[in-house]
């Protein structure tokens, strides 16, 4: 039987420090755990944290199947990725944040396109900046998970966002509202975070899903959703989130087109 493409779930946000790879992460939790073939791909170039997050030890990074690539030696992206257990692989961003700059990124869209058919899905954690990279990750998105949080600036930024979204007719984006990350800033109620980014909030990360010791998780190289006791004490955080995870599987746009890949 021919596999089916992988589906492309691009974490993005117009903010750092709002929780993008550790979503990402959490989210490759839950799709493992749904028995799933999982690659997270590690586009915040400069300062990527999935593979120190997770304890992987990478020999090649993204640079490398890029330098591969646009030097004719590039065979197969399995080449490239790391090994966090059965179900999830990684590809790290460049360990030398110079080498950010040498990535072009219509060699990232032909790395994208070489997973379509080694993983069940493919989660991208991107930068904060619309870069050439983010771009294309974007566009090559089946759904984007775009995270905000009760910062006035990240919602303002969001609202832009959210108006180039529409401006270019993409529907293809859950709004995530992610108020774990910065527990003690509680500007705005839902209701005024709607209104100041004139969008609906598809799907919340609440605070209780905020974990005093998550260092020591990040020391050990944990994934939280598959940790048997935050699954335990944290169980409905985690049903948000395998909610949230089933619906970025979802390749339909709101207007219930089947969008199609570029």
Excluded: Q, W
Excluded at 149 to 154: F, R
């Amino acid at each position: 039987m021919k596999k089916e493409a992988a589906k492309i779930i691009t974490v993005f946000s117009c903010k750092g420090g709002v929780g993008k790879t550790t979503t990402a992460i959490n989210l490759a939790g839950i799709y493992s755990l749904m028995d799933k073939k999982v690659l997270i791909i590690d586009l915040d170039l400069n300062s990527g944290g999935v593979a120190v997050s997770l304890n992987v030890s990478a020999d090649k990074t993204i640079y490398n199947a890029v330098d591969d690539i646009s030097n004719n030696r590039f065979e197969e992206i399995t080449n490239y990725v790391s090994k966090y257990s059965d179900k999830i692989d990684v590809l790290p961003a460049p360990k030398d944040p110079r080498n950010a700059l040498k990535i072009d990124s219509k060699y990232v869209s032909l790395i994208i396109t070489s997973c379509m058919y080694k993983y069940d899905v493919v989660i991208i954690d991107t930068s904060h900046n619309l870069s050439p990279v983010t771009l294309s990750a974007l566009d090559k998105s089946d759904n984007i998970a775009f995270l905000i949080t009760n910062d006035p600036v990240d919602l303002k930024n969001a609202r832009s966002m959210i108006a180039i979204f529409e401006d270019t007719e993409n529907n293809n984006y859950k709004v995530v509202f992610n108020s774990s990350k910065d527990t003690g800033k509680d500007y705005f109620s839902l209701f005024d975070v709607k209104n100041i980014i004139k969008h609906n909030i598809d799907y919340t990360i609440d605070k209780s899903f905020y974990i005093k010791d998550i260092d020591k998780y990040v020391i050990d190289g944990e994934i939280l959703t598959l940790n048997k006791k935050i699954r335990s004490i944290k169980k409905n955080d985690i049903i948000k989130l395998t909610k949230l995870a089933t619906a970025l599987l979802n390749t339909k746009t709101s207007a219930g087109e089947v969008k199609k890949n570029g």
